[in-house]
């Protein structure tokens, strides 16, 4: 009966409008256009706040593609980054030591399948998906490492956070792959 009563007096956890208030509209284009993208926002992030999507393009297409969106609270704090860069083909040990240790914060990283390699936990996910872009016959291939970092974490559980950094690095990662034109699939 209690639960009842908080429910219907939208108490949280059951108040909606705690959630963050995030729409498609409102999100960076380097997240993507995943229809799981704002579902995964909104469980990754801590409730009860307005965001402002921040998108950086930083460079052009193929060997210089880097691209940086960031969700900022109020634009003040950062709750969570996004970095799609260009990138060599690396073994996992080397990408985590190279690319993520600037983020290594204890949690430990679980493999899934997507691209190349993908790795995440409760505070990062990231994917490498292979890239020859397009026109360029170099003779070498190269990747893209997308990688989502979180700053700040919501009140999902740790297993339903990681879930929603995975969706958010593989929208993300579907859009750099179109962006940076490459041919080969990127196997997301």
Not at 94 to 108: A, E, H, R, V
Not at 152 to 178: C, F, M, N, P
Request: proline share 6%; aromatic share 6%; with cysteine.
């Amino acid at each position: 009966m209690t639960a009842g009563v908080v429910y219907l007096n939208r108490i949280p956890p059951f108040d909606e409008s705690a959630k963050p208030r995030i729409n498609k509209s409102d999100t960076c284009p380097a997240l993507g256009k995943s229809k799981n993208l704002v579902p995964a926002l909104r469980t990754a992030l801590p409730t009860g706040r307005n965001y402002i999507f921040v998108d950086t393009p930083i460079a052009g297409h193929g060997d210089g593609y880097l691209v940086h969106c960031a969700a900022r609270i109020k634009d003040v704090a950062t709750a969570i980054v996004l970095w799609s860069r260009a990138m060599q083909p690396m073994n996992r040990e080397d990408w985590i030591s190279k690319q993520l240790n600037d983020y290594t914060d204890g949690n430990p990283l679980e493999d899934f399948k997507a691209g190349v390699m993908a790795t995440a936990s409760i505070s990062r996910a990231a994917v490498q998906v292979p890239c020859h872009p397009e026109g360029r016959n170099t003779g070498m291939h190269s990747n893209l490492g997308v990688n989502v970092f979180l700053r700040e974490a919501g009140e999902a559980s740790d297993k339903d956070t990681r879930q929603a950094l995975i969706d958010i690095v593989r929208s993300a990662a579907e859009y750099a792959h179109k962006d940076a034109k490459c041919e080969l699939p990127s196997k997301l």
